[in-house]
C-alpha cells in the first residue's frame, strides 16, 4: 500500500537559497506524524510545501512530495488549490487571526465548504455540529452564530480544528496548533485532534517546538534543526533512545499531557 504522504530527499529554497536540505519521511493513512525543533528550523515550510503554499519567493528545488502517488510538485496551482480542503486540511497556529472578525463562524463555515461542493447551508451546519458533538462541544449553534471576537483563544482554535475537518480530508497538517492556547486547552486540543484520527482514521502531521506534545500524540517523530532533518522514527524510540544531544534537549524542557 502507498504511503498517504512520501516526502523524499527534499530541498526547499527562498530566493535560490535553500532553507530545507534532504529532508525525507512517509506518513501512512491513520499514522500520527510530529515533526519537533525550534523556530527557523524548516518545519513549517516542509508542511507549506507539500500544500504548495510556499509563496511567488519560495520552490522546492530538488526532491520530490507525493500525496498517495500524486507528485504534488508537478499539479498545477488550480489542482492543488482544490485538493486543500477535501484532501487536505490545515491548521494554523492561530486561527482566530486568520478569521474574518466581521462574519460570523457558520457563514465562513459555508463559504469554505462551497468552494468545493455544491450543498446547502443547512447541510453545512448540521455536519458542523455533528463534528463539534463528536469533539465533545454542546454549543455548536452558539458557536456558528457567534463572530471570531466574541470566543476565546482556545474555543477559536477549536473552531479552526471543526473547519478543517468538516470535508473530511485524508491528511490534516496542523502548524504549532496549540502553542497560542494556556495549558487546560492545549490538552483539549490534542485530544480532540486525536479523536479525529478515531473516528475518520486521518492522517495528521503536527509541526511543534513541544516535544512532550508529540509524545502523547505521534506514531514518529522527526527532529529538524537548522534546515536538516537529524533525527527520525518510531515516537518511544526517539524519546526514550535519543542519539543527537539536541533531541536529548528537546526531552529535557517537556510538557507532558497526562492520558485519560
Given at each position: ?6 516526502v ?42 507539500a ?47 486568520s ?9 465562513q ?35 456558528l ?60 502531521v ?55
Amino acid at each position: 500500500m502507498q504511503p498517504l504522504l512520501d516526502v523524499q530527499h527534499v530541498e526547499i529554497s527562498y530566493d535560490a537559497k535553500p532553507v530545507v536540505q534532504d529532508v525525507s519521511f512517509q506518513l501512512e493513512p491513520g499514522e500520527i506524524l510530529g515533526i519537533v525543533g525550534e523556530s527557523g528550523s524548516g518545519k513549517s515550510t516542509v508542511i507549506k510545501a507539500a500544500m504548495g503554499l510556499l509563496g511567488n519567493s519560495g520552490a522546492v528545488t530538488k526532491g520530490d512530495i507525493y500525496y498517495k502517488g500524486k507528485n504534488v510538485i508537478d499539479t498545477k496551482t488550480e489542482e492543488l488549490r482544490q485538493m486543500r480542503g477535501p484532501a487536505m486540511g490545515m491548521i494554523f497556529q492561530n486561527t482566530g487571526a486568520s478569521l474574518c472578525p466581521i462574519r460570523s463562524i457558520g457563514d465562513q463555515l459555508y463559504e469554505s465548504v462551497t468552494q468545493h461542493e455544491k450543498v446547502s447551508r443547512e447541510e453545512v451546519r448540521q455536519r458542523a455540529l455533528e463534528l463539534f458533538d463528536k469533539m465533545r462541544l454542546k454549543d455548536g449553534d452558539r458557536i456558528l452564530n457567534s463572530y471570531p471576537f466574541e470566543l476565546s483563544g482556545g474555543m477559536n482554535q477549536r473552531v479552526g480544528i471543526m473547519m478543517a475537518m468538516v470535508l473530511k480530508p485524508d491528511l490534516l497538517f496542523a502548524d504549532e496548533p496549540t502553542s497560542a492556547l494556556d495549558v487546560t486547552v492545549q490538552a483539549q486540543v490534542v485530544r480532540e485532534m486525536m479523536k479525529l484520527r478515531e473516528l475518520y482514521n486521518t492522517g495528521i502531521v503536527i509541526i511543534t517546538h513541544n516535544i512532550g506534545v508529540v509524545e502523547y500524540m505521534a506514531d514518529k517523530i522527526a527532529v529538524m534543526y537548522q534546515g536538516r532533518l537529524v533525527e527520525y522514527g518510531k515516537t518511544r524510540d526517539i524519546i526514550h533512545h535519543p542519539e543527537k544531544e539536541y533531541t536529548k534537549k528537546l526531552i529535557g524542557a517537556v510538557l507532558r499531557i497526562n492520558r485519560g
